[in-house]
C-alpha cells in the first residue's frame, strides 16, 4: 500500500524545495557558491568567495525597514540603506546591520568582485 502525503508534510517539501531554490537564485546573482545544503550556518560563499552569507525568505520579511528604505529619495549614483543600532546603555558598545536592496548591492559591488575572482581563477 502506498503512503500518502499529508498537507503538512507537503507544505514542508514546498517550502524546502521555494527555500533551496531562493538560495541558488542569490548565491547565483552575488557570484558565490552555494553551500547551504552541507548543514552549515552559511547558505552562500565557500572559503575563497569574496563573502559569506545566510539567505532568509517568506513571512519574516522586514516590512518596516523595506518601507523605511522606499521612503528614502533616489539620487543617481547613490545607494540607499537603512542602518539599524542598538543603544544598550552607556558603556555598552553597539551593534549595527545595514540593509539595502540586494539588486543595489550587485550593480555596485556584486559584478566587480565576480568578475575579479574570475580573472583570479583564470589567471591561476
Same mark, same amino acid.
Given at each position: @500500500?502506498?503512503r500518502?502525503?499529508t498537507?503538512? $508534510?507537503?507544505r514542508?517539501?514546498?517550502? &524546502?524545495? #521555494? %527555500?533551496?531554490?531562493?538560495e &541558488?537564485? /542569490?548565491c547565483a *546573482?552575488?557570484g558565490?557558491?552555494? /553551500? %547551504?545544503m552541507?548543514? +552549515?550556518?552559511?547558505?552562500g560563499?565557500? #572559503?575563497?568567495?569574496?563573502? =559569506?552569507v *545566510?539567505?532568509k525568505s517568506g513571512t519574516a520579511?522586514?516590512? &518596516?525597514?523595506?518601507d523605511?528604505? *522606499?521612503s528614502?529619495p533616489? #539620487? +543617481?549614483?547613490q545607494?540607499r540603506? /537603512?542602518?539599524?543600532?542598538?543603544a #544598550?546603555?552607556? %558603556? $555598552?558598545? &553597539?551593534?549595527?546591520?545595514i540593509? @539595502?536592496?540586494?539588486?543595489?548591492?550587485i550593480?555596485?559591488f +556584486? =559584478?566587480s568582485h565576480?568578475?575579479? *575572482? =574570475?580573472?583570479q581563477t583564470e589567471e591561476?
Amino acid at each position: @500500500m502506498a503512503r500518502t502525503e499529508t498537507d503538512a $508534510q507537503r507544505r514542508g517539501r514546498l517550502n &524546502r524545495s #521555494r %527555500g533551496n531554490a531562493i538560495e &541558488r537564485w /542569490v548565491c547565483a *546573482q552575488l557570484g558565490i557558491k552555494r /553551500v %547551504g545544503m552541507f548543514g +552549515g550556518k552559511a547558505d552562500g560563499g565557500d #572559503r575563497d568567495d569574496w563573502m =559569506s552569507v *545566510q539567505v532568509k525568505s517568506g513571512t519574516a520579511f522586514p516590512t &518596516r525597514i523595506w518601507d523605511l528604505l *522606499q521612503s528614502i529619495p533616489e #539620487r +543617481g549614483g547613490q545607494l540607499r540603506a /537603512v542602518v539599524h543600532v542598538t543603544a #544598550r546603555g552607556s %558603556g $555598552q558598545g &553597539r551593534d549595527s546591520l545595514i540593509s @539595502m536592496k540586494l539588486e543595489d548591492f550587485i550593480e555596485w559591488f +556584486g =559584478s566587480s568582485h565576480s568578475s575579479s *575572482q =574570475s580573472e583570479q581563477t583564470e589567471e591561476q
